[in-house]
């Protein structure tokens, strides 16, 4: 029999899941309708079929910091729905300046500067910079396979036929997903006395 915690990791991963392929899938349209990325067979909003189960995936790798955390004895407090909705913000914020008429290196510091404050005011843990470092490495690296493979191309690519500001927008996706997974797995701490 599943218990209630069972329960709220299992509605925290469909919570993700559902989460990653509407906004996730939306905000991947900011890339599309603005002239960073092109996918090869759109078949829908200039995207490809796959793209809402692709970005679903990816929403839910965010519950790899509570699930750390519970392994490593490292448990933290549920985020406030204010921190939780900040980060989130944030990480749409950072769609929107990936795509600014600046150059990638003026970009790149820019979205450095957003996953700074949202790290210092959302996470601050090692568990969560361990993940955004992954998350700077193993995504754009996911991306050159995409690429490669011929599922889509970035327009305006710096290195590895991706963009230079790339790794940090991935910095910023890692706070604003793994802040959201915290605040649907983790329990409300009660002060009973």
Known sequence: MATSSD???SRGFF???LLGATLGAALDGI???FGATRYTHPVLLRMAWWVPLLFGGAFSIG???PLLERRF??????PSPAATLLAVSLFVVAYFV???PFSWPLVSLLLVAIFGAGFFICDRSRIGLFIAIGAAIGGPLFEVF???QGAFEHLQPTFLRVPGWLPALYLC???GLTTLARFLVVPVVTNDR
């Open 173 to 175: 996706a890692a706070v």
């Open 7 to 9: 329960l709220k990791w």
């Open 146 to 148: 995409l690429v490669g």
């Open 98 to 100: 990936s795509v600014a």
């Open 15 to 17: 919570a993700l899941l």
């Open 73 to 78: 004895s490292a448990a933290r407090k549920r």
């Open 63 to 65: 519950l790899i910091a």
């Open 31 to 33: 890339h599309t309708h």
